[in-house]
């Protein structure tokens, strides 16, 4: 096993110096509050991670130009989680206990997120996820540490739903991931769907790093199923989307929110065409009325990342709101608590996240309470369709 050292973001030389004069930043004078931040930079998982990753480093420049909290800097220590369960479980263990973080944001996946829950728990450090399952922050009072930003599965999936009774389809088939992510979609979607009158004709799951599908999409296909609904990431999203057009599956193909991103469209080519899924508003920001009050968060977050990184992507703005919802805790903390205190500063940030209200960032609109450590609804979310590989707004 690696040292735990080389956990942290040291991929390459260029990204280490490209790390360093990101984070070198003005000399404030004082001991920095450290945030901890876990996304999955390598791995299956990437396609999340590093969007996350240039979020991240994007707005360590506007964190040093708001000059730091009471003269102390605030700084973005990143890690690797490389996808697994283990690799963040250590590079969380190391940033509470050798680097001493204020508080974590992590991770990019349910499944890493829910690994460290218990750790954070017991550590008592206040941790944001950017991953989707509704198990990361319920029941709350096995989740007192922890928040999220994404649209939980349970909003995703109504979402969904809804948009299925809509267009009268009562018959489904049903194919997702084998890990956390993937499951925990299948439990909201399943009960959800029921209650609506939806029946599930096939139910199938596909490893994250398998290369063929087929063997599902032939028992799906052999279904009366009006449509298929797959939850899941790239590049096994991706996979599964090709696979299906190869087959020559009839049937409307859905996807969940794990495939708002540039990866999928370019994984699965031509094939992408016509899937349609629930996600976010960053996907088609500027077609939004400028009476929507998340629309200028959302252009102009879209046109800052772009610049420099490419296209958006729904990943990097879970990444924007923790990080700046994190940041207007750590404020509020930090007035009435001394940062040196780590323990009692810890417990004022949890605190102070718990109380946001009306903020307006990427994933939607957040008011977090003592029973709703996500704080969203489904004016969060919209449906999409993917056009000659472009996303557009469904009808």
Known sequence: MRHARSMTWAVSVSLALALSLTFGGPA????????????????????????????????????????????????????????????????????????????LICCSQSGTSLAIKSTVQTAKVPMVSMAASVKIVEPVKDSFWVFKTPQSDVLIAGVLVDYLVSKKIARVAWMNVDNAFGDSGRLEFDWLARKAGIAIVANERFGDKDVDMTTQLTKVKASDAQALVVWAIPPAASVVTKNAYELGLKIPLFQS???????????????????????????????????????????????????????????????????????????????????????????????????????????????????????????AVTMYEIVNGQWQLAK
């Open 28 to 103: 404030f004078g004082q001991q920095p509050i450290k945030l901890g931040f876990i996304p999955d930079i390598t791995g299956p998982a990437s396609s999340l991670g590093v969007p996350e990753r240039d979020t991240a480093l994007m707005l360590q420049a506007e964190l040093d130009a708001k000059g730091g909290i009471k003269g102390r800097p605030v700084k973005l220590v990143i890690y690797d989680g490389e996808s697994t369960e283990t690799k963040t479980l250590l590079a969380a263990k190391k940033a509470i206990e050798e680097d001493r973080v204020a508080t």
């Open 257 to 379: 929110h794990g495939v708002g991103n540039k990866r999928f469209l370019d994984l699965a080519g031509p094939a992408a065409n016509g899937v349609r899924f629930p996600a976010g508003k960053l996907l088609k920001a500027e077609d939004l009325p400028d009476s929507d009050p998340q629309k200028k968060t959302l252009v102009a977050y879209a046109k800052a990342f772009e610049a420099k990184y490419g296209p958006r992507n729904t990943f990097g703005g879970h990444g924007w709101d923790a990080i700046w919802m994190t940041y207007k805790a750590l404020e509020a903390a930090a007035a009435r608590t001394n940062p040196d205190d780590l323990p009692t500063f810890r417990t004022a940030i949890r605190d102070e996240l718990e109380k946001i209200k009306d903020f307006v960032g990427i994933s939607g609109i957040f008011n977090m309470s003592p029973t709703d450590h996500n704080g969203l609804d489904k004016r």
